[in-house]
C-alpha cells in the first residue's frame, strides 16, 4: 500500500504567476483543481454567457466567465460567471464585490465544497449568487440562509437581481438543454 503524499503548498505569489490550463482555484497555500464541465456545464455557461452579453447595456453590466476572484488574503475562487456593474474599473483580478456570482453545477461538486465557496464569496461581499444545476434543471439563490429557488420555482421560473432588470427565464435555459 502506497503513501497518500502530502499536499504541495504554494505561495500566494507562485500561484499568481503560473498559468493554470483550465485555471484553479488557490485555497490556503494549495491549488486546487475545479470541476470540468461537460456539456450540460458548458452549455448552461454559454448560454448565460450570452444572455447576459446580449442585455449588457440596458442592464448596466458587464459578464466575465472563469475570471479570478480573490475572495480572501489567501483564497482566490474560478467562478463559472462573473457579472460586475458596468463602470467597475478593470482589475486583472477582480478584487471587489461583484453584483452577481454564477455556479454551474458539474457532476462531481459536493455540497461541503458548493457551501465552502458560496461562504467565500459571502465573505467577499458579493452581492448575489446564483447556483444552477443543469442536471435536475434547478437554480438556486445562495444567502447566508442557505440555497432557495426563485419564488417562482426553479422548474419554470425567472432568476432576478432585485433592484435591477436583469432577469434569467429558466424555461428557455432548460430548452437549451434538451
Aim: contains cysteine; negative net charge; charged residues 25%.
Amino acid at each position: 500500500m502506497s503513501a497518500v503524499p502530502a499536499p504541495r503548498f504554494v505561495s500566494v505569489e507562485e500561484y499568481l504567476r503560473t498559468n493554470y490550463r483550465p485555471d484553479c482555484d488557490y485555497i490556503d497555500g494549495q491549488v486546487q483543481q475545479r470541476s470540468l464541465g461537460e456539456y450540460e456545464h458548458s452549455v448552461v455557461q454559454l448560454f448565460l454567457s450570452v444572455w447576459f452579453a446580449n442585455h449588457a447595456r440596458p442592464w448596466g453590466v458587464r459578464v466575465f466567465p472563469e475570471y479570478r476572484v480573490q475572495v480572501a488574503a489567501t483564497r482566490f475562487r474560478v467562478p463559472d460567471l462573473t457579472v460586475v456593474r458596468a463602470g467597475v474599473v478593470r482589475q486583472p483580478i477582480l478584487r471587489t464585490p461583484p453584483l452577481l456570482i454564477i455556479e454551474v453545477l458539474s457532476p462531481e461538486d459536493t455540497l461541503h465544497r458548493l457551501q465552502e465557496r458560496v461562504g467565500d464569496y459571502l465573505e467577499l461581499g458579493a452581492e448575489h449568487i446564483w447556483v444552477v444545476d443543469p442536471y435536475t434543471r434547478r437554480a438556486y439563490v445562495a444567502d447566508a440562509q442557505g440555497f432557495h429557488e426563485p419564488e417562482t420555482g426553479s422548474k419554470d421560473g425567472v432568476l432576478t437581481v432585485p433592484g435591477t432588470a436583469i432577469a434569467i427565464p429558466l424555461a428557455e435555459l432548460w430548452r437549451e438543454l434538451d
